[in-house]
């Protein structure tokens, strides 16, 4: 009886090492290819593997997790979104689930564009989780445990990749991150006789650099002229701090009226730099704010082809005027 019993335990045992072996190593069977499933943050081993029963992935969550816990990798799931392309092992699976492989999407900032506008991308973007959507940009800026209140030129304009499924203020406080990154090793670097007494200020004039600049090397002449009227006083005057203030009233067509009614944007009224940035601001304008053109030009005219005329007193500006805009460029 005894001998019987015991070969019952040994037979039982090859055969549950038998079957271990071939779980493990066996391809696993799927409904339909490609897969996508989705383990939400928080969510245990046990609920991640009927997740992925449900997605049409035969995984057998007693196996698999029997499996994961002999492993010692029942706690190590990351969250996050998942495609599979090919039919894993529970092996190859489990490794992809600890290892975080999670799918990725992107979203790209652009250089010029308003808060409003970053924010509307953010919106509109499927694979993220929109927690910001209902909050107001103070409260925005709050979440996102930063000492300023005004967000507007704080993200730096670039493409970020994020795991699908991931937090839009995941996606903010990186692009914030970079902007502060890239603004403190410029302003290490800038130009000593540049006017500005702090970083924001460069950033405020870096994205109106950003703004003013038809083609990518005029920025230093531009920022060179700007710099040259702050250094003396003179009034800005460029239209898209006005155009900036103006929100979402401006339908285009900046009048003089626009240029005449005083307001916080309005450089042609207000001496000094705006207060605050106008847009995100690109490294290249950002670089140029800080280390501006050595240049006697105070003033510059669009050419009609993007280019710009470069002048040093009133009256060839003025002409330059007459030139290129009022006589069309003859």
């Known amino acids: 009886m005894l001998k019987t019993l015991f070969a019952l335990v040994v037979v039982s045992l090859l055969a549950a090492g038998g079957y271990s072996a071939w779980y493990v190593q066996a391809p696993l069977a799927v409904a339909k290819l490609p897969v996508e499933f989705d383990i939400p943050p928080g969510m245990r081993f046990r609920g991640a593997a009927q997740r992925i029963e449900e997605s049409g992935v035969a995984v057998g969550r007693l196996q698999f997790e029997l499996m994961a816990r002999a492993l010692g990798r029942g706690q190590g799931v990351k969250a996050g979104s998942y495609e599979l392309a090919t039919a894993p092992t529970p092996l190859e699976l489990l490794e992809k689930l600890t290892r ?3 799918t990725q999407a992107d979203l790209r900032f652009i250089e ?17 989780r ?13 979440k996102l445990g930063v000492p300023e209140t005004h967000p507007e030129g704080l993200f730096f304009p670039d493409t970020y990749l994020f795991a699908k499924g991931a937090s839009d203020l995941h996606v903010l406080k990186r692009a914030y991150l970079a902007l502060q990154r890239r603004l403190a090793q410029e302003w290490e670097k800038r130009d000593p ?24 090397e005029e920025r230093e002449m531009i920022a060179g002229a700007l710099v040259n009227r702050l ?17 979402a009233s401006f339908d285009g067509n900046l009048k003089k009226i626009h240029l005449q009614t005083d307001g916080p944007y309005n450089s042609y ?11 995100a601001t690109g490294f290249a304008s950002l670089r140029a704010a800080l280390r501006p053109a050595k240049t006697d030009a105070l003033y510059y005219v669009a050419r009609g082809d993007g280019s710009s005329a470069f002048s040093r007193t009133l009256e060839e500006h ?13």
């Open 100 to 102: 975080g492989d999670v």
């Open 112 to 128: 010029g564009w308003t808060f409003r506008q970053l924010r509307g991308a953010l919106d509109a973007n499927t694979f993220l």
């Open 130 to 142: 929109h927690d910001t959507q209902d909050m107001s940009d103070a409260q925005l800026m709050q």
């Open 193 to 216: 006789a540049a006017p500005y007494k702090t970083p924001y200020e460069a950033l405020i004039m870096a994205s109106i650099v950003e703004k003013e600049t038809g083609r990518g």
């Open 231 to 247: 250094r003396i006083g003179m009034l800005l005057q460029v239209d898209p701090t006005v155009i900036y203030g103006l929100g």
């Open 269 to 279: 009224m207000r001496a000094g730099l705006p207060p605050t940035p106008i847009a």
């Open 318 to 330: 003025n002409r330059a005027v007459r030139k290129y805009q009022l006589n069309g460029g003859r």
